[in-house]
Structures are given as C-alpha cells and as structure tokens.
C-alpha cells in the first residue's frame, strides 16, 4: 500500500469509564473497521485516531493515536478530537479522511468542519449508530435524536458544551 488516508472515530454518549464502551460507541468500534477495510480497497493504508470510548472497543494495534480525557477535566469535544487527529495527519502528509461518526447530525458537522481545514473527506457510508437511551449514558443529548437536535441548537447559538464546560465520566 502507498498512500496513507486518515481514518477519525468521534464517539457518541458517555457512560461511566467503567462502563464505556456504551452500545453506541461499540456501533462505531465496528464501523472504524470496515472504514479501514473500506480505504484498504483503495490501496490507502490507515492511519487511525479514535477517541478512548471507542478505543476501548478496538484492538491495541488498530488504532494509530487514542484521543484520551483532558486532564484538567474540561469538555472533550468533537473540535478537540479533530485538533489531535490533525497532529498526528499533518506530519505524515494525510489530507484524505474518513469520518466515522453518529450519522444523525453528528457526521455532517464534522465533515463541513474537516473540509473547512482544507480536507477531503471520503464517502465512506457510516451505518446506522443506535441512541444510547440509557438513564446510565450520562450526555442525555445523545439519547434520543430530538435531544441531540435540541442540543446542536444550543451550540449553535453559543452556549456550552457538555456540562458548563466540563466533563461528566463520574
């Protein structure tokens, strides 16, 4: 294989760490495979970044780069995953991606985002990702797809992301 392409999981909901992966990041586990088998069909080999609820899901060597909890315990968002995925993409020349991620709104702001900063962004088709209903899933956005729809119109009008601003993983 010549060509590297990149291949980003963003996660979606969060349980307790002990309980993660959630059913939803366990979809998406499955979906950064076959995106690898999807870019291996076109001679590019993977270079793989994936936030830690689906890093849990994924064997050690399958995933290039874990984007892990910030240590001060402010809200790891879907724009602080992209900023770690691009340090390890920019030093190897990746400008193709492959977004894995929550078809459901979730997906189509991530790739406006990734093309924004000059990406490309493969049509890799990502399948449904199930809600995580759970009262345990501690981001009650992503219950449901009127939460999620509800939140997004919050972001978008300025108000903080995840719980003022920090995480939840208790």
């Not at 093309?115 to 992503?142: A, C, M």
Request: proline share 6%; with cysteine.
């Amino acid at each position: 294989m010549g060509v590297k392409c990149g291949v980003v999981g963003f996660s979606f909901g969060l349980r307790t760490e002990a309980e993660e992966p959630n059913p939803s990041n366990k979809a998406l586990a499955m979906a950064v495979v076959d995106a690898c088998r999807f870019i291996n069909f076109y001679d590019c080999e993977p270079i793989v970044v994936t936030q830690w609820e689906i890093t849990k899901s994924l064997k050690q060597n399958d995933v290039t780069h874990s984007v892990e909890l910030r240590a001060d315990g402010t809200y790891l968002d879907s724009k602080g995953v992209w900023d770690e995925a691009k340090k390890v993409f920019e030093p190897l020349g990746i400008t193709r991606i492959v977004i894995v991620a929550q078809p459901f709104l979730h997906l189509p702001s991530l790739k406006l985002m990734v093309e924004k900063d000059g990406y490309d962004v493969l049509g890799f088709k990502v399948p449904d990702i199930p809600f995580d209903s759970s009262p345990r899933n501690t981001q009650p956005w992503t219950r449901s797809k009127l939460r999620l729809l509800a939140y997004a119109v919050k972001v978008k009008l300025g108000m903080s992301h995840g719980y003022k601003g920090r995480q939840n993983v208790a």
